[in-house]
């Protein structure tokens, strides 16, 4: 088993899912921001905000985004790459833990070699 050579593309795997993760959630934001401007520019016919209230707004919020299929199916992706990215650092992790105990093997096996009379 080739433990650096897996460990190495484990980590590529890891740094790709992290600029996804990274990504998803700057375009997650962007549409929080523009569902939050849009809650705050609403105006009845009296040009009176719509929503007077922090708690209002709040709502408005949650209600409007939740509703948006855009903002449902990044919120999907986004948990998805979140939940691959945690099982790329568990596997990683597994492979170092691997790979330390291979390298314990082989000096077991090295220095009993050199305990071995000649």
């Known amino acids: 088993m080739n433990y650096p050579e897996q ?24 549409r929080e921001s523009a569902a939050t401007l849009e809650v705050l ?22 209600l409007a985004l939740s509703s948006n299929n855009n903002y449902q199916e990044l919120e999907r992706r986004l948990t998805a790459a979140e939940t691959e990215r945690s099982q790329l650092l568990a596997r990683i992790e597994r492979l170092r833990g691997e790979f330390r105990l291979h390298l314990l093997d082989r000096q077991q096996e090295i220095a009993a070699m050199g305990a071995e009379p000649a």
């Open 41 to 62: 520019n609403a105006r009845d016919e009296q040009g009176r905000a719509l929503y007077s209230n922090e708690t209002a707004r709040n709502a408005a919020i949650k």
């Open 7 to 30: 460990i190495e593309d484990v980590a590529l795997q890891l740094s790709q899912r992290t600029r996804e993760v990274q990504d998803l959630r700057e375009q997650v934001t962007l």
